[in-house]
Structures are given as C-alpha cells and as structure tokens.
C-alpha cells in the first residue's frame, strides 16, 4: 500500500480520521456518460459521505466553448468554490460513486487552478459504503470562503499543441480510452466523431491502473502497466480521453510515481475525431 497524500489520494481510513476536521471539504465529483442514464446529483441527494458539497463537473466549466466540460474560467472556479464553502487553507478529498473515475479530473482542476492541498479518496464511495461507514442525506452547512487562483497554463493543452507534439514525438501522448476505442474497432459515443487515435500516442486504459476494487494500483504497480505500454517517462507527457475526465486518471498516476511534467488534453478524442484538419490513426498504429 503506498503512503498516504493529501496532495494526490488518500484512504478511506484516512477520511475517516479527519472527518471532523474543521479545515476538510470533501466533494462529490459522481458524473455519468449521457447514455447511462444516471444522475450523479439526484444520486448524492439521496446518500454521500457527511459534510460533502456536490461538484458538478458539467457546471463548472467553460460554458463558451461547444467542448463538454472544459475548465472554466478562473472566476467562474472561484465563484463556484466560493459558493461550496471551499477556499484558502482548506484540505480538498474529492470522490466519486464509481470508485475512481471522474474524481481525479477535479483533482486535476484543483491542479490546474494552483490548488495543492487536494486528494482522490481511493476506491470513492463504493469502498465507503463497503466498508459500513457513515453516509447522510443532509445538505452541508456552507460558509463562503475566499479562494486564490492562480492559473497553471503547463498543465493544460489545445488542439493545435498537441498535434504539434504528435508531429515533433517530443510528448509520450497517453489515451485512456478502451483498447478497442483506440483503435478504432469500437464506436464512439458521441455522433459524428471519427473512430481511432491521435497519431503516436498510446494506449493506457484508465481501468489498467486500477485495482478490481475500483482503488489505484501501487506506484510499482503503476510503473509497470506504463512500461508495458511502452511509455518513455523521460519525455513530458501529455494525456487523452473521451472528453478529458478519464484523462485525469492518467495524470493522477503520473503524479503518484513522482513524474510531474504532465499536462491534459482538455478537449481530447470529442475535439481531435471532429477536427477536419488533424490525421487519425487506427489499429495499433
């Protein structure tokens, strides 16, 4: 088991030892694909770890851009944050009702916005209810909280970097989609997008680096589902997705084993499988 970090994931035992601190938020991060037929809201009214605010990934975005959930505005995240409660001097846990899967794009945002102090806890909700411990239906009591923001622009990367890096291979680009998603043998569950991969890059499902039990694999563990990808980690690295969320899974991991030249593709495979002008590759290619 790897040590506990209240800068990248922490246990459900940890939480449970600092749930009445009084510097803790935690946030429910549950998102569901369109198609799933879930709401991630309707499902924390009904149930979530005491004292979390709800986040709402899909509301907490650039509402300008025709892009799913791409990071918003530095205002619009404090503004957000500030209306939850969360600000300076605060200890972030982020979780999930699937374990780990779109909690760690928050944790990523956090990152992005010059927040340190913000954890995954591992194995989410599931792994909470699992092991008997405390849910309510209560809303939290909310105190506005000041917020500094400052904007970190190298973790995050546009279209037209990214296909300059797959050009140059000065980037090991990083694909969390299912295998069959990435090479092209799979449809993608947006309309309208073309079927394959970013030229160079490669394939590491988000589920590899993860136990059954929906936590993270140890940072030994990690290391060895990115060397069967063949992943260089002495180049910077740039990771994809869907639409940006299971990529964070991926930058999460890096930061795990110590590798901190990381960045994400905001707009990923709903951006690059539109883009007229940008080349696809198939199969393992």
Not at 63 to 90: Q, T
Request: glycine share 10%.
């Amino acid at each position: 088991m790897a040590p506990e970090d209240p800068k990248t994931l922490v246990s459900t035992d940890w939480l449970a030892a600092h749930l009445s601190d009084p510097d803790l938020r935690i946030l429910d991060a549950t998102m569901y694909l369109p198609n799933e037929g879930r709401d991630g809201k309707a499902e924390y009214a009904q149930q979530h770890i005491p004292g979390a605010r709800f986040f709402d990934i899909d509301d907490v975005s650039d509402h300008r851009s025709e892009l799913p959930h791409m990071a918003p505005p530095v205002e619009k995240f404090m503004s957000r944050l500030r209306a939850m409660g969360v600000g300076d001097g605060h200890q972030v846990v982020v979780y999930d009702a699937r374990g780990l899967f779109s909690a760690a794009r928050v944790w990523w945002l956090f990152r992005l916005m010059g927040q340190d102090n913000v954890a995954v806890l591992d194995g989410g909700l599931p792994k909470w209810v699992a092991e008997g411990r405390a849910v309510e239906d209560m809303p939290p009591v909310v105190r506005d909280r000041h917020m500094t923001v400052r904007r970190r622009a190298h973790m995050v990367r546009d279209v037209t970097q990214v296909s300059a890096a797959s050009k140059l291979g000065d980037h090991e680009i990083l694909d969390a989609r299912s295998p069959g998603r990435f090479r092209g043998e799979e449809a993608e569950p947006r309309a309208g997008l073309r079927a394959g991969h970013i030229p160079g890059s490669k394939n590491v499902h988000y589920r590899s680096l993860l136990r059954d039990d929906g936590t993270m694999k140890d940072p030994d563990g990690l290391r060895a589902v990115l060397a069967e990808a063949s992943v260089d980690l002495g180049k910077p690295a740039i990771t994809t997705c869907g639409s940006g969320v299971t990529a964070a899974i991926i930058n999460l991991a890096l930061e795990r084993i110590g590798k901190t030249d990381h960045a994400l593709y905001d707009g990923s495979w709903t951006e690059w499988g539109a883009f007229p002008t940008v080349p696809v590759a198939t199969g393992d290619d």
